[in-house]
């Protein structure tokens, strides 16, 4: 099946700093990959639309300008966090969709936490 | 996109069927229903997608009536590791399509030995 890996797993990081997070398809093509959001005990939140080549589509109330998203390949897209602050502690999870077959795989999440 | 309900929690016993059930009374007629699993700290896994009637796969069942206005899924003999979080979403996609998915609440299932 197809398979979506994301790196970091898990990352801590001091208030202010800046966190890259990679989302990849490992056997398959995706031009559109999805970033969620998760905070404990609550569900996923999409954030963002990655279109590879285009610029990032956001969702209402999330700043672009705060998570920049790269989707420079077919098989990989990143999400930086800028500038992170305490508040921006969550689970990021992203989804790509295979061209092909029009599903979407999710990929295994990534624990953010800023001290 | 339709807005389901779901209940926010069930318990059952390992060995037992499970069925979760979801109601979507604005379900379109472009819609499908499907059910994703998730474990703490995982991204989410697809389970099972249905468009009416009854949908089997080697993890689940999904039954939908006429109406459409509802869908059970149904888990034949749970184990301890069917303890996740189970999601219901509806929306005019077949396998999450190109869209980003809208999660509701899901229903935290917890199976007890």
């Known amino acids: 099946g197809a398979v979506v890996s994301q790196h970091p797993s898990r990352v801590i990081c001091k208030s202010g700093t800046s966190v890259k997070i990679e989302c990849r398809s490992l056997d398959f093509q995706a031009t559109t990959m999805f970033w969620y959001r998760q905070f404990p005990k609550k569900s996923l939140m999409l954030m963002a639309t990655?279109?590879?080549?285009?610029?990032?589509?956001?969702e209402q109330g999330v700043e672009k300008d705060k998570f920049l998203i790269n989707h420079a390949s077919l098989t990989l897209s990143t999400l930086t966090v800028t500038s992170a602050h305490p508040e921006d502690s969550s689970f990021y999870i992203c989804?790509?969709?295979?061209?092909?077959?029009?599903?979407?795989?999710f990929g295994p999440g990534t624990r953010l936490t800023v001290l | 996109l339709a807005k389901t309900t779901q209940p926010i929690s069930m318990d059952s016993y390992e060995g037992q069927e499970v069925n979760i059930t979801c109601s979507h009374n604005?379900?379109?007629?472009?819609?499908?229903i499907t059910w994703y699993q998730q474990f703490p700290s995982q991204g989410p896994r697809f389970i099972i997608q249905g468009y009416k009637t009854k949908v089997t796969n080697e993890v689940a069942s999904l039954f939908i009536p006429a109406d459409r206005k509802s869908s059970t899924l149904s888990l034949p003999r749970v184990s301890l590791s069917d303890t996740a979080v189970y999601y219901c979403l509806v929306g005019e996609y077949s396998g999450g399509g190109a869209d980003g998915l809208t999660f509701g609440k899901g229903t935290h299932l917890i199976i007890q030995p």
């Open positions: 990655s279109n590879e080549g285009s610029k990032a589509t956001y």
């Open positions: 604005n379900i379109a007629t472009n819609d499908y």
């Open positions: 989804s790509a969709r295979d061209r092909v077959f029009n599903e979407q795989f």
